[in-house]
């Protein structure tokens, strides 16, 4: 009986024993699952597109410029657009005089009393016109009825017309005389606008430019300092020591000082940017070659010729690019931030951390695709990279456009599951 007791007390606990080692698979092993196989690695899909290899720096404009010089102290007015086409022997501007700037007024002032003076005379016209014609066909009727009257020999009759005639002409005559008054009223005004038109004219000057080219109102001081023909012995220092005059383009009218520039015509539309750089980006470049260049100031980019490099001062360099394009959006800009692009690179876009054991010797390195959920190792050759991201040769690598690839790689092996 003991044994059965002991067997009975046993089978119990084997009983709970079990059913808390259920209960323990049960929530441990989907625990287990989700932590081999449940955690997410971060992908990304492969893009087109572009990186450069770019410098950011200041560059100088020097051009063949023509200055034009104010005749006198006063105010000038352009007769072209900032940048525009000019022809030669055109006028570029009208130079006015300080004291035509009261005659300016005063002709104003004239005009505005000519115009007022010719409205009023208009209303009246229009009102007594109506008087002055009853008046003549009162004078007509009493004209016939002394006729008339004549006839009859009605004498005493026909001398009460006579009087009521010589009463309708006066009336006729001073309304007349009114509107004569307001006329010569109006004469004697543009009679003066003509004289104070004629003094205008006098303290007026018509710029002609003999040139034809671009023009720009935008006077900075550096047109006789630099020039295409000194690009080869401008130096860092010099160009460092140039300080530009700021212009204000947008005012449609400026003050002007006798004898001195306020005006130039560019007239080649061959430029020069020049910039500084020092040694090691200087080597990057040779004479000949095709560069572009992003101007921030206005948001261009513009193709361009190496036309110069400097020999190696100080550990700086000059270099001079030739261009042709924007003279007209950059005739008023000397000195300007911009990127000096040497080359820009095309093709399948990744970020840099998406590579791995990368060798930048034979610009080789390793990606991880993601197909079918499991991990496939793929090497790849480099275009060219940069701080975040590196632009890959689809020719040359064994990756396509739109691939998924996993973004930190570093611990992922060949056939690994990935759960995205």
Same mark, same amino acid.
């Given at each position: 009986?003991?044994?059965?007791?002991? #067997?009975?007390?046993?089978?119990?606990?084997?009983?709970?024993?079990?059913?808390?080692?259920?209960?323990?698979?049960?929530?441990?092993?989907?625990?287990?699952?989700?932590?081999?196989?449940?955690?997410?690695?971060?992908?990304?899909?492969?893009?087109?597109?572009?990186?450069?290899?770019?410098?950011?720096?200041?560059?100088?404009? =020097?051009?063949?410029?023509?200055?034009?010089?104010?005749?006198?102290?006063? =105010?000038?007015?352009?007769?072209?657009?900032?940048?525009?086409?000019?022809?030669?022997?055109?006028?570029?501007?009208?130079?006015?005089?300080?004291?035509?700037?009261?005659?300016?007024?005063?002709?104003?002032?004239?005009?505005?009393?000519?115009? @007022?003076? $010719?409205?009023?005379?208009?209303?009246?016209?229009?009102?007594?016109?109506?008087?002055?014609?009853?008046?003549?066909? #009162?004078?007509? $009727?009493?004209?016939?009825?002394?006729?008339?009257?004549?006839?009859?020999?009605?004498?005493?009759?026909?001398?009460?017309?006579?009087?009521?005639?010589?009463?309708?002409?006066?009336?006729?005559?001073?309304?007349?005389?009114?509107?004569?008054?307001?006329?010569?009223?109006?004469?004697?005004?543009?009679?003066?606008?003509?004289?104070?038109?004629?003094?205008?004219?006098?303290?007026?000057?018509?710029?002609?430019?003999?040139?034809?080219?671009?023009?720009?109102?935008?006077?900075?001081?550096?047109?006789?300092?630099?020039?295409?023909?000194?690009?080869?012995?401008?130096?860092?220092?010099?160009?460092?020591?140039?300080?530009?005059?700021?212009?204000?383009?947008?005012?449609?009218?400026?003050?002007?000082?006798?004898?001195?520039?306020?005006?130039?015509?560019?007239?080649?539309?061959?430029?020069?940017?020049?910039?500084?750089?020092?040694?090691?980006?200087?080597?990057?470049?040779?004479?000949?070659?095709?560069?572009?260049?992003?101007?921030?100031? =206005?948001?261009?980019?513009?193709?361009?010729?190496? #036309?110069?490099?400097?020999? #190696?001062?100080?550990?700086?360099?000059?270099?001079?690019?030739?261009?042709?394009?924007?003279?007209?959006?950059?005739?008023?800009?000397? @000195?300007?931030?911009?990127?000096?692009?040497?080359?820009?690179?095309?093709?399948?876009?990744?970020?840099?951390?998406?590579?791995?054991? =990368?060798?930048?010797?034979?610009?080789?390195?390793?990606?991880?695709?993601?197909?079918?959920?499991?991990?496939?190792?793929?090497?790849?050759?480099?275009?060219?990279?940069?701080?975040?991201?590196?632009?890959?040769?689809?020719?040359?690598?064994?990756?396509?456009?739109?691939?998924?690839?996993?973004?930190?790689?570093?611990?992922?092996?060949?056939?690994?599951?990935?759960?995205?």
């Amino acid at each position: 009986m003991g044994t059965n007791e002991k #067997e009975k007390d046993k089978k119990p606990r084997t009983k709970y024993r079990n059913i808390l080692v259920i209960v323990f698979l049960l929530v441990y092993i989907p625990s287990f699952i989700h932590w081999v196989f449940g955690r997410t690695t971060p992908t990304g899909i492969i893009q087109m597109g572009n990186l450069e290899d770019s410098i950011n720096t200041d560059g100088w404009f =020097i051009r063949n410029e023509v200055v034009l010089k104010a005749p006198f102290d006063g =105010i000038c007015i352009p007769s072209f657009k900032e940048g525009e086409k000019v022809p030669a022997k055109f006028s570029i501007a009208t130079v006015i005089n300080g004291s035509s700037e009261n005659l300016m007024s005063e002709l104003k002032e004239k005009d505005l009393k000519i115009l @007022k003076a $010719q409205e009023e005379n208009d209303a009246n016209l229009a009102i007594f016109s109506g008087d002055v014609e009853k008046l003549d066909k #009162e004078i007509k $009727q009493n004209l016939l009825r002394i006729i008339e009257d004549s006839n009859r020999n009605s004498m005493s009759a026909s001398y009460a017309l006579e009087d009521e005639i010589d009463m309708l002409i006066q009336k006729r005559n001073m309304i007349k005389s009114g509107a004569g008054n307001a006329e010569a009223y109006i004469n004697s005004l543009q009679q003066e606008k003509q004289e104070l038109q004629e003094k205008l004219k006098q303290n007026t000057r018509e710029i002609i430019s003999d040139y034809s080219g671009i023009v720009s109102y935008a006077v900075d001081g550096c047109e006789s300092l630099l020039k295409p023909e000194g690009i080869r012995e401008y130096t860092p220092e010099f160009l460092e020591g140039l300080k530009p005059i700021p212009a204000d383009v947008a005012s449609s009218i400026k003050p002007v000082e006798a004898e001195k520039p306020f005006a130039k015509v560019l007239t080649d539309l061959d430029v020069y940017i020049m910039f500084i750089l020092d040694k090691n980006h200087a080597s990057l470049f040779k004479t000949g070659e095709s560069v572009q260049i992003r101007l921030n100031e =206005i948001g261009k980019i513009i193709d361009g010729t190496v #036309e110069y490099i400097s020999p #190696e001062t100080g550990g700086r360099s000059t270099l001079a690019v030739k261009t042709y394009q924007a003279v007209s959006e950059t005739a008023s800009i000397r @000195k300007t931030n911009v990127d000096l692009i040497r080359k820009n690179y095309e093709g399948l876009k990744v970020p840099l951390s998406s590579l791995r054991n =990368i060798n930048m010797v034979n610009k080789k390195a390793e990606i991880v695709l993601v197909k079918a959920n499991f991990a496939y190792v793929r090497e790849v050759r480099i275009k060219a990279v940069d701080e975040e991201f590196a632009i890959l040769d689809e020719a040359e690598s064994d990756v396509s456009l739109y691939d998924t690839y996993v973004l930190r790689p570093l611990n992922i092996e060949e056939g690994q599951y990935i759960n995205q």
